[in-house]
């Protein structure tokens, strides 16, 4: 064939009519500037005297502000070392606080203590909890919805944030759960093929499965297979997808013309789980029960994309609880990489490995000397060993006693550390007990489409 | 919840800035003529004589040229009584015409006459037809994909121009066929329920079926079931959506930031069937099984963007055969239309509207009076009726004396529309006779994924 993709000529038209309109703006602004002698300012008649600055359009898309923290699904970046400013965020999304009223509520209607996590505002923000709670008072029962992007085999702790959390809520509630591997989304998003994807999938699910879910009441799915195996799911990803443009998702995720259409489309993706009926296996064709989304701050566009379109396409918005961001053993201002090792404790590191790395890299709020500190005492505010331990120390006084100790003078940095050493190394080595126990034969379990225990 | 969706002024900051970038290009134009007392022309500066006609940027991505026709999936016109011109249509779209050489070689290759849509130039364009014919001789198989989008229950003969001759292909090259039903798309582009949609799609299976396709070569899915019940669809799908960015799809369809994420997303929905492992219980895991894919020439940019991202994912680009459009009964200006029951003939027809049909609508290309045609004759080239007989009538010699009669004014108007009217009567009773055969265990069992009798 000598003439057979000629075609792109035809096809850019458009493409080549919009440029043409740019060039077009561009050119008015020099000849408006050559005829009247001033630089154009929109909405303003000329005169003589006025210098306008250039208010031009911004065709980046780009809405950082200088003061504000990046918080999105593919960024989270902040310039404090306290961490991202989380009221801010509350007011910037329009969620809600967990605040001391809710957590209270919480307490009551369970008859038992909340989770460390809701005690020490690490589960911080939320939407319609009390509609969740309001529920459940009544004997109505509602399901767990959470994920993970299953980039890499090697998962950190701060990884498990969510899925700890979210097995107490399935336990305290006697709830079921559903958590989506989106595999798809990290082919589309990294340098991976679909194998590798998927494989980074099922690896995940054994380390979710070693947090101790109950089987019985658990239904972990790649999206890569269950998308090809469930029409439901497909009939809810297409009926979002009917219900969202690519002006909202631009203005949400910041989605420019040269994303490929497989990112653009995602968002529904990830939205349909929030609706019952994308699982009849476990649900039927019931649209009508109540979701709740355990999952951290930086996924909440997500949601929001999802809650605005729900009552367009007949179903509940999902309720939902954010959890702050796990600190980077380098400190809290951004966060941790899973590429880079030294970044936080993985799931696999050894006993040494974990001292090694906080004794190395965990951030001090420590003084430069001994001397120092016991006279004017550490901060624990910015430490990330003591940040970890607020994650991961379960006796509240215990916790309080080393804050006031750290604060003082009386702990050194050392001693933090051995502490965070101490309470780590166990857990880890838990960890990995329990996930040799996950047999591929639990693993295809807990990925088979198939009924729950649900009580209605 | 207070201040729950005030996150929406957040997330439309870019939307925002494009309005305000419209506004301004608007508010300079005006501002331009108050200064210049001219309308403003881009590229060139303000003079005192010269008044400039409007020709600003298009932002509605219409690309039509007075002079060009336009066809794309979702729109076909032109200003020709002809109809579309063909020609420069191939130009256009950088196909290839199917030219008395490829016909004389499919003969030759066959050992048959080679189909009337063949020797009348209406399947007239084609992509690659050469390599398939060079596979074939060489004893190698390949395999048919065509569809249909299932608007309504409503088929009129047009529709069954793509399926007419998709049935010979597979008839005389003995090969397997894919026959892909886009409810989803029709869910996604109309006022419609998924539940309509996917009724209409089993509602056009029974009359595609009824062409008489072989039950154990022939393949007939529903996007919204088959999305559901094949991870190695699913799987080419996404492939497909990493590798088309959204300006891509922009250049090709015409697609804008208005139009919903299902719409943006679905070309990569038409092209997966062109890959033969998208259907593994047909071909397994082989994904080089060449695709000839017989459709209406609306359709090409689908597969000119399928061509183009096939060598980047690693599978054969398809070939394609393209047939012209069928003419409404009002004229070949445009494409019939199904939701207007009097702009061609339906499949379910009686003989008796059908004989109305043609002699009230059929556009004729004779003259005024019996005395004026007797004298200069008719124009068989813009007469439908005439045009429906070069679809439907078989024998070449008897069409081309009707064609001879006519224009000589020998043949009346009102025998033409006999002619056609005894044409259509038999043809469409019979349809329906095998129609009313299709059981719905047959449906069944066509829309099965199922391995196909396929000889490699």
Redesign the interface.
């Known amino acids: 064939?000598i003439?057979?993709?000629?075609?792109e000529c035809?096809?850019?038209?458009?493409?080549a009519?919009?440029d043409?309109?740019v060039?077009?703006?561009l050119?008015?602004?020099v000849?408006?500037k050559?005829?009247?002698g001033q630089d154009?300012k929109?909405?303003c008649?000329?005169s003589e005297n006025s210098v306008a600055p250039d208010n031009?359009?911004?065709?980046d898309?780009d809405?950082d502000n200088d003061d504000e923290d990046t918080v999105d699904p593919w960024n989270v970046s902040t310039t404090s070392a306290k961490g991202v400013d989380y009221d801010k965020l509350i007011?910037?999304?329009?969620?809600?606080k967990i605040d001391k009223e809710l957590v209270d509520r919480i307490e009551k209607v369970l008859g038992q203590k909340p989770h460390r996590f809701l005690r020490r505002e690490i589960f911080f923000s939320h939407?319609?909890m009390n509609q969740i709670l309001d529920a459940y008072e009544k004997n109505k029962s509602f399901y767990l919805y959470t994920g993970r992007g299953p980039s890499s085999e090697a998962m950190h702790v701060g990884h498990l944030i969510p899925f700890i959390f979210t097995k107490w809520l399935q336990d305290v509630f006697d709830v079921p759960l559903v958590i989506q591997m989106t595999d798809?989304e990290k082919?589309?998003w990294k340098d991976l093929t679909?194998e590798e994807c998927h494989h980074f999938a099922v690896e995940n699910a054994k380390d979710i499965i070693a947090c101790g879910f109950d089987i019985n009441k658990t239904f972990i799915f790649s999206d890569?297979?269950y998308?090809?195996?469930?029409?439901?799911?497909?009939?809810n990803v297409?009926?979002i997808?009917?219900?969202?443009?690519?002006?909202?998702?631009?203005?949400?995720f910041?989605?420019?013309?040269?994303?490929?259409?497989?990112k653009?489309?995602f968002?529904?993706i990830q939205a349909a789980p929030s609706f019952s009926n994308s699982f009849p296996q476990i649900f039927g064709a019931r649209k009508d029960i109540p979701c709740l989304i355990p999952c951290a701050i930086d996924q909440d566009?997500y949601f929001?994309m999802t809650?605005?379109v729900a009552p367009r396409i007949g179903y509940p918005k999902p309720a939902l609880l954010h959890s702050t961001f796990f600190p980077a053993l380098q400190g809290a201002q951004t966060k941790m990489s899973a590429s880079d090792s030294n970044s936080s404790i993985f799931l696999t590191d050894t006993p040494k490995q974990i001292k090694n790395k906080v004794n190395k890299h965990a951030f001090s709020g420590g003084k430069d000397t001994v001397e120092e500190h016991r006279k004017h005492g550490g901060n624990p505010e910015v430490d990330v060993s003591f940040m970890y331990l607020t994650f991961f120390m379960e006796d509240d006084e215990q916790l309080e006693k080393i804050r006031q100790d750290y604060a003082s003078g009386a702990l050194l940095t050392g001693e933090l550390k051995k502490i965070l050493i101490e309470t780590l190394q166990p857990m880890i080595a838990e960890h990995q007990e329990r996930r040799k126990q996950v047999t591929d034969e639990t693993v295809k379990q807990f990925m088979t489409p198939r009924p729950l225990n649900f009580k209605l």
Chains 1, 2 share one sequence.
């Open positions: 064939e003439n057979v993709e000629n075609t035809f096809s850019c038209n458009i493409h009519e919009i043409a309109a060039q077009l703006l050119k008015l602004k000849n408006y050559e005829v009247t154009y929109a909405g008649p000329p031009g359009p911004a065709a898309g809405n007011v910037r999304f329009g969620s809600n939407r319609d798809d082919y589309l679909l890569l297979d998308m090809g195996s469930c029409p439901e799911f497909y009939r297409v009926k997808q009917k219900h969202v443009t690519f002006n909202q998702v631009k203005g949400i910041g989605f420019t013309d040269s994303d490929c259409i497989g653009i489309s968002p529904a566009p929001r809650r605005d």
